[in-house]
């Protein structure tokens, strides 16, 4: 009974300091406060709504188109056979980091699987009639590295070539990072897995040619250098195609008396930068003049600018100057936007000629789930992720990733139509 006397003593107090309309006026701006804060969420939801769905209008509507011929781009039907069309995609370095070997390291039986960082993106390239990029690791028996002297496990080589890749440049300045020996084993397992190669001078044969629907392809490869050069032997370094002006020109000359099309591979270019520097720009005009139609440039782990210049005959000459990195673990947003170029050239029923037809890209993006993650890297569509998340599948990725995406197609476009 004490114990009630004290609860009406309490209650009573509280009245006393609390008046009936005070307590009113409290609670009414309380629910008022509530339903602001609520009418203010459920704004901010609509906004982010009409902001996805404005999004998703302009991901729509973008075509990464960098050209298109102005002549028709399908055969003239009162032709009796229709022109060849070859398509030819191509990716930039394909690198193997420290933390994709620890990524892909399979504890239980003590092995290594990288299938899963390529499996959303092989849709992309495996429709190509060539695809090609540029291996730089070394395949030895050796312990595995992915910085200073680079060494990768052969489930690396067996994932990218069944991610569609099936010509790869020897030609980096990694290459000859365990020696005259490293290089030939390197080359020796990657052709055995079923890779054709290029950028070795091992053999007689320095212009790799592949013939797709009775159109000869000529590609050249060549590197600016290697590491510690001034270490290397004459031997070592001859085994490589280093570049320099008097075998790019003889080689150049042997790919147009061999075949209809010459594609030149170049390992060139300042770390990171997004801009080619004078040399590789003085380099790529060299080569056109000397036959090169398509010119492929890559080691910046950067994107840089593409562009079509006339040659002497009055023709286009496409140039990339960098394609970035098709995969690697390099921890800057510069490094984590790449793309798949998709070049179609056009064989002409009447007299055989060959023609660039048209350029475009679908651009990608090397996204890192965190270490705890069971697949820590993966290649993504940025365009058809980020399309995807603005249609209202929020569970594809996170507001930060998407928002990533958005800033690296941004950057991408920007970069990419930069004029030089």
Same mark, same amino acid.
């Given at each position: 009974?004490?114990?009630?006397r004290?609860?009406k003593?309490?209650? =009573?107090?509280?009245?006393?300091i609390?008046?009936l309309?005070?307590f009113?006026?409290?609670l009414?701006?309380?629910t008022?406060?509530?339903?602001?804060?609520?009418?203010?969420?459920? @704004?901010?939801?609509?906004?982010?709504?009409q902001?996805?769905a404005?999004?998703?209008?302009?991901?729509?509507?973008?075509?990464?188109?960098?050209?298109?011929?102005t002549?028709q781009?399908?055969?003239?039907?009162?032709?009796?056979k229709?022109?060849?069309?070859?398509?030819?995609?191509?990716?930039g370095?394909? !690198?193997?980091?420290e933390?994709m070997l620890?990524?892909a390291?399979?504890?239980?039986?003590?092995?290594?699987s990288?299938?899963s960082?390529? &499996?959303?993106?092989?849709?992309?390239?495996q429709r190509?009639d060539i695809?090609?990029g540029?291996?730089?690791?070394?395949?030895v028996?050796?312990a595995?590295?992915?910085?200073g002297?680079?060494n990768?496990?052969?489930?690396?080589?067996?994932?990218?070539?069944?991610s +569609?890749?099936n010509? $790869?440049?020897l030609?980096?300045?990694?290459?000859?990072?365990?020696?005259?020996q490293g290089?030939?084993?390197?080359?020796?397992?990657?052709q055995?897995?079923g890779?054709s190669?290029?950028?070795?001078?091992?053999?007689?044969?320095t212009?790799?040619?592949k013939?797709?629907?009775?159109?000869?392809?000529?590609?050249?490869? @060549?590197t @600016?250098? $290697?590491e510690?050069q001034t270490?290397?032997?004459?031997e070592?370094?001859?085994?490589l195609n280093?570049y320099?002006?008097?075998?790019?020109?003889k080689?150049?000359?042997?790919?147009?008396?061999?075949?209809d099309y010459?594609?030149?591979? #170049?390992?060139? +270019?300042?770390?990171?930068?997004? =801009?080619?520097?004078?040399? &590789?720009k003085?380099i790529a005009?060299f080569?056109?003049?000397n036959?090169?139609n398509?010119?492929?440039?890559?080691?910046p782990a950067?994107i840089?600018? #593409?562009?079509?210049?006339?040659?002497?005959q009055?023709?286009?000459?496409?140039?990339?100057y960098s !394609?970035g990195?098709y995969?690697s673990?390099i921890?800057?947003?510069?490094?984590k936007?790449?793309?798949?170029?998709?070049i179609?050239?056009r064989?002409?029923?009447?007299?055989?000629? $060959?023609?660039?037809?048209?350029?475009?890209?679908?651009p990608?993006?090397?996204?890192?789930?965190?270490?705890?993650?069971?697949?820590?890297?993966e290649?993504?569509?940025?365009?058809?992720?980020?399309?995807? @998340?603005a249609?209202?599948?929020?569970?594809?990725?996170d507001?930060?990733?998407?928002h990533q995406?958005?800033?690296g197609?941004?950057?991408l476009?920007k970069?990419?139509?930069?004029?030089?």
């Amino acid at each position: 009974m004490a114990r009630n006397r004290r609860n009406k003593r309490t209650f =009573k107090k509280l009245t006393d300091i609390i008046s009936l309309k005070t307590f009113l006026t409290l609670l009414t701006s309380l629910t008022i406060i509530i339903l602001l804060c609520l009418g203010i969420i459920f @704004y901010r939801n609509y906004q982010d709504k009409q902001l996805l769905a404005k999004q998703r209008q302009e991901l729509d509507a973008k075509i990464e188109s960098i050209f298109t011929e102005t002549i028709q781009n399908i055969a003239n039907s009162n032709q009796n056979k229709p022109d060849s069309i070859i398509r030819i995609s191509a990716v930039g370095d394909i !690198l193997c980091g420290e933390e994709m070997l620890k990524d892909a390291y399979q504890e239980e039986n003590k092995t290594y699987s990288f299938d899963s960082m390529f &499996q959303n993106i092989t849709g992309f390239i495996q429709r190509s009639d060539i695809v090609v990029g540029t291996m730089e690791t070394n395949f030895v028996n050796k312990a595995y590295s992915g910085y200073g002297n680079r060494n990768s496990p052969k489930e690396f080589g067996e994932a990218v070539k069944n991610s +569609g890749i099936n010509l $790869v440049s020897l030609s980096t300045n990694h290459s000859l990072d365990y020696g005259l020996q490293g290089l030939k084993e390197t080359k020796q397992y990657l052709q055995e897995i079923g890779f054709s190669t290029v950028g070795d001078r091992l053999k007689e044969e320095t212009v790799t040619i592949k013939t797709v629907k009775n159109t000869k392809i000529a590609f050249l490869s @060549y590197t @600016y250098g $290697v590491e510690e050069q001034t270490k290397k032997t004459k031997e070592e370094l001859n085994s490589l195609n280093i570049y320099n002006e008097e075998t790019a020109k003889k080689e150049l000359a042997y790919a147009k008396e061999n075949a209809d099309y010459i594609f030149v591979m #170049m390992h060139w +270019g300042d770390p990171y930068a997004t =801009k080619p520097s004078e040399e &590789q720009k003085q380099i790529a005009n060299f080569l056109i003049e000397n036959g090169a139609n398509v010119i492929l440039g890559n080691h910046p782990a950067a994107i840089q600018p #593409m562009e079509i210049k006339k040659n002497k005959q009055g023709e286009n000459v496409f140039i990339a100057y960098s !394609l970035g990195n098709y995969i690697s673990s390099i921890n800057n947003d510069i490094s984590k936007v790449e793309l798949v170029l998709n070049i179609e050239l056009r064989k002409s029923s009447i007299d055989g000629k $060959v023609t660039l037809s048209k350029v475009d890209y679908t651009p990608i993006y090397v996204l890192d789930n965190g270490e705890k993650a069971q697949n820590r890297y993966e290649l993504i569509d940025m365009k058809g992720v980020a399309k995807e @998340y603005a249609g209202g599948n929020t569970n594809i990725v996170d507001k930060k990733t998407y928002h990533q995406l958005l800033d690296g197609l941004k950057l991408l476009e920007k970069v990419v139509e930069s004029k030089e």
